[in-house]
């Protein structure tokens, strides 16, 4: 059994009436959580520090804005892929960068742009890149417009995850329960000692690899598809819910001191992607959010 199945089948039970909770408990997923490495455990990767890339790719930047921080580095092949449910590569390393406009020096007249959540012209302020196994690579100073993060070495564990109140795979599969359950989700108030026993986690930060995000603020993926519909929030909820769907979790990165990553007032950065386009490969077709409390 993963870690933290038992604990959410226990709080989903406690906290939800009885239909509802088993459909929630249908939805969990597995996870590959991440966490600062101790003597004698694996490494995974890393959060911070200078990445390695090959020669001839530039580091990447934000066209106008400046360069983009190192966030983190997955060895994919390090992971425990065969108990996911995600088409992760099999080899090679995925590589996450952010814009992060409170890192290195900017003029205080000219202060850079945020990446906005939900605001498409912003999105190449996140990147994700894979580097195939094999690939020479050198170690890459950092640019002077950015001060890297301290590097934290990373290992990982398998985790449950299960979604969030509005995750639109959740509101799909209770349509066809009773009315009284139905009203239930509906009504103002009725989650919240499920969704407080949910947003304490036994541990922080909340690092992940796949599975469902950890949100700050609501499903990311209504988030992603927003972004993905033009911005702002669709008027059609049909096709808003729709295109949520068709994202699932990559990565999140939290808030770490050790790290000093500090997103906003302690938030999470999100990387989402269409299975599709993970399965081929196809990391430039990822999205970005972030949310902060």
């Known amino acids: 059994m993963l870690k933290e199945h038992r604990r959410l089948v226990t709080l989903a039970r406690r906290h939800l009436p009885p239909a509802v ?9 597995p996870a590959v959580r991440l966490r600062t490495r101790q003597e004698g455990q694996k490494l995974v990767g890393q959060l911070g520090g200078l990445p390695a890339l090959p020669d001839g790719l530039p580091w990447p930047e934000w066209e106008g804005e400046g360069s983009l ?24 390393t995925l590589l996450f960068f952010y814009f992060d ?38 170690e890459r100073a950092a640019p002077a417009d950015i001060d890297p993060y301290d590097h934290v070495p990373l290992t990982a564990e398998l985790i449950s995850t299960g979604p969030d109140w509005e995750h639109p795979a959740l509101r799909a599969a209770v349509r066809a329960l009773s009315d009284d359950d139905r009203a239930f989700m509906n009504g103002h108030g009725n989650s919240d000692p499920f ?6 986690p036994p541990q922080l930060p909340q690092h992940r690899i796949g599975g469902y995000a950890y949100p700050v603020q609501g499903a990311v993926e209504l988030d992603v598809a927003a972004t993905q519909l033009g911005g702002g929030t669709p008027v059609d ?5 729709k295109e949520a769907r068709r994202w ?17 007032d302690v938030g999470s950065l999100y990387w989402l992607i269409k299975p599709e386009d993970l399965a081929a490969g196809r990391f430039d077709a990822a999205s970005f959010t972030w949310q902060c409390s």
């Open 248 to 264: 699932t979790l990559l990565a999140q990165i939290d808030t770490d001191d050790e790290a000093g990553m500090m997103w906003g």
């Open 237 to 241: 909820d049909t096709a808003w819910e």
């Open 195 to 200: 969704r407080m026993a949910l947003s304490k």
């Open 21 to 29: 909770a088993e459909r929630w408990i249908a939805l969990m997923r």
């Open 101 to 138: 406009p409170e890192d290195g020096y900017f003029d205080p007249e000219y202060p850079p742009r945020a990446v906005e959540g939900r605001n498409p012209e912003t999105l190449a302020g996140a990147r994700v890149i894979h580097i195939p196994a094999g690939v020479p690579t050198t």
């Open 69 to 92: 921080g190192f966030v983190a580095l997955i060895d994919c092949g390090r992971l425990p892929l065969d108990r996911l449910d995600i088409a992760l590569p099999d080899s090679g």
